[in-house]
Nanobody, 118 residues
Framework: QVQLVESGGGLVQAGGSLRLSCTTS????????MGWFRQAPGKERELVAH???????YYADSVKGRFTISRDNAKNTVYLQMNSLKPGDTAVYYC????????????WGQGTQVTVSS
């Protein structure tokens, strides 16, 4: 069983920055594709970004150029650097772990709230 714990959420003004972290338990972090998702009130959960085991990344169009996903395998941690935040980025952000060979994710964190004020 893999446990994921997010941190770094909070309240920030529009135009500001936050860095989310997600630390995982276990010794197999480097073998997982890691993703960041978000869910705003009344909306479906959406994929924000993911990073494969080899380092290749994907970003949703809505965050391209503003968010950066990265991973530190030595620390079992994946990061989401969020710059130029907008009120529309307000959501609960979740990290997730899955296999490079499947589109689904097997493990999820509990989420961290990000609120961007105008």
């Amino acid at each position: 069983q893999v446990q994921l714990v997010e941190s770094g959420g909070g309240l920030v003004q529009a135009g500001g920055s936050l860095r989310l972290s997600c630390t995982t338990s276990g010794r197999t972090f480097s073998s997982y594709r890691m993703g960041w998702f978000r869910q705003a009130p009344g909306k479906e959960r959406e994929l924000v970004a993911h990073i494969h085991t080899g380092g290749s990344t994907y970003y949703a169009d809505s965050v391209k150029g503003r968010f950066t996903i990265s991973r530190d395998n030595a620390k079992n941690t994946v990061y989401l650097q969020m710059n130029s935040l907008k009120p529309g980025d307000t959501a609960v952000y979740y990290c997730a772990a899955g296999s490079d060979y499947r589109s689904s994710y097997d493990y999820w964190g509990q989420g961290t709230q990000v609120t961007v004020s105008s």
